[in-house]
Nanobody
Framework: QVQLVESGGGLVQAGGSLRLSCAAS????????VGWFRQAPGKEREFVAV????????YYADSVKGRFTISRDNANNTVYLEMNSLKSEDTAVYYC??????????????WGQGTQVTVSS
C-alpha cells in the first residue's frame, strides 16, 4: 500500500504564502510523478501542478503559474507545493496524488486525504 499524507495547510491572508508537504510511504516513491489538486466547496476538483519522477519536469495550471512552485525530495519521500501571492480564489482542500501526469484526476493511482487552505481577503 502507498500512503500519502498532506500537511502545511492553514489560514493565511491574501498576498501571503504557505508551503504544503506531501509525505509518501514506500520504497518506490521516486518511481511516480506526483501531482497537486484542489477542491473548493461547490466546485469540481481541479489540477494545480505535477512534478516528474526525478523532479526535472513540472507542469502548472494557468491559474497558479508564476505563484506556485512544486518540488520534491526523493531521499525524504516528500513533495512540496510552495504557494505565494495567495488569493481568496486559492481557498480549497489541497490533495496530493501519484501515478499520473497533467490534469486528469483518474490518471492518478493514489491520493492523500487533503489539507485545508483558507485565504482571507
Amino acid at each position: 500500500q502507498v500512503q500519502l499524507v498532506e500537511s502545511g495547510g492553514g489560514l493565511v491572508q491574501a498576498g501571503g504564502s504557505l508551503r504544503l508537504s506531501c509525505a509518501a510511504s514506500g520504497r518506490t516513491f521516486s518511481s511516480y510523478n506526483v501531482g497537486w489538486f484542489r477542491q473548493a466547496p461547490g466546485k469540481e476538483r481541479e489540477f494545480v501542478a505535477v512534478i516528474s519522477r526525478s523532479g526535472g519536469s513540472t507542469y502548472y495550471a494557468d491559474s497558479v503559474k508564476g505563484r506556485f512552485t512544486i518540488s520534491r525530495d526523493n531521499a525524504n519521500n516528500t513533495v512540496y507545493l510552495e504557494m505565494n501571492s495567495l488569493k481568496s480564489e486559492d481557498t480549497a482542500v489541497y490533495y496530493c496524488a501519484i501515478g499520473g501526469w497533467g490534469a486528469v484526476t483518474h490518471d492518478y493511482a493514489y491520493w492523500g486525504q487533503g489539507t485545508q487552505v483558507t485565504v482571507s481577503s
